[in-house]
């Protein structure tokens, strides 16, 4: 049987996050983020326990890495949101490269928190990933008004927990590996700490159903399980400085999907494909 390396698994989960943002852009015209989150956790759940019972049922796992993948899910579907919130904000060619930051948030969780030391291609990586945010922020704060220009945060923060979840995975994947059950697992976690959100009893954002969102979304939630099904496949024969390079790809193909799907709604530019460019590079030089 010929082995798949992680290298190519990664590759094959950047353009499927790439799909992802930007069918669910395509929705977000029709309706809302909490409801795209709602929906693609639905679809996570419902196709990976599918998958799971088919293919043998529960695993014996180790309970740590149990634990583990719990607080994986717990921390999912606010990644979702806020990922979803910024390509509704900023749209899905500026929004898709902050959130590819990931890697430069656990780099800096690793110096600050492990004292890891960080070579010339960390602080060369680093320098460009600013820059790149600079370049696509700058374009954001003129086309919205000077109180708005704080979206950028959603994007920025859902990368900063996936740069917290994806250590937490590959540890966990490290002590039971079973990538498709806990893919499964994480989206059943995700989606009970969804509905606890909604049924409590205070101002929130509305789920807003519009036939128009209905496919795009489901579309957008068949791309990121596929994802995270790969990503944690990958993380589980591959190391994070390993994988996280090539996911870090995906705003790559979401350029070349804004350019053949979002043309109606987004318009790129010469600092739009700049500062991809240089956030990708300075996110693969960094991990």
């Not at 959130?99 to 060369?124: K, N």
Request: net charge positive; proline share 6%.
């Amino acid at each position: 049987m010929i082995a798949i390396p992680p290298q190519f698994i990664a590759l094959a989960a950047s353009l499927s996050y790439a799909l992802c943002l930007v069918s669910a852009r395509r929705g977000l015209h029709y309706s809302n983020p909490i409801t795209v989150t709602c929906v693609s956790l639905i679809v996570h759940t419902v196709t990976l326990w599918t998958a799971v019972l088919i293919t043998g049922g529960i695993p014996e796992v180790s309970t740590p890495a149990v634990l583990l993948f719990v607080i994986a899910g717990v921390i999912q579907p606010i990644i979702r949101f806020f990922t979803y919130t910024g390509v509704e904000k900023i749209g899905a060619s500026r929004s898709g490269p902050l959130r590819s930051t990931h890697p430069l948030f656990s780099t800096i969780i690793a110096i600050t928190v492990l004292h890891e030391q960080a070579g010339p291609s960390v602080l060369v990586g680093t320098v460009l990933v600013v820059i790149g945010i600079g370049l696509i922020t700058y374009q954001s704060e003129r086309r919205l008004s000077m109180s708005r220009w704080w979206y950028v945060l959603f994007p920025l923060t859902a990368a900063l927990l996936a740069g917290i979840a994806h250590p937490i995975r590959r540890y966990a994947l490290g002590i039971s590996n079973q990538p498709l059950f806990f893919a499964a697992l994480v989206g059943l976690v995700s989606l009970f700490c969804l509905i606890v959100y909604l049924v409590l009893p205070f101002n929130r954002p509305r789920l807003s159903w519009n036939r128009k969102a209905l496919w795009p979304f489901v579309a957008a939630g068949l791309a990121e399980t596929l994802g995270i099904f790969l990503v944690i496949t990958a993380l589980s024969i591959g190391n994070v400085v390993v994988v996280s390079p090539f996911v870090a790809i995906s705003p790559v193909w979401v350029l070349l999907g804004t350019v053949i799907f979002l043309r109606d709604l987004e318009r790129l530019n010469a600092r739009t494909v700049i500062g991809t460019c240089t956030v990708v590079t300075g996110t693969i030089a960094i991990s």
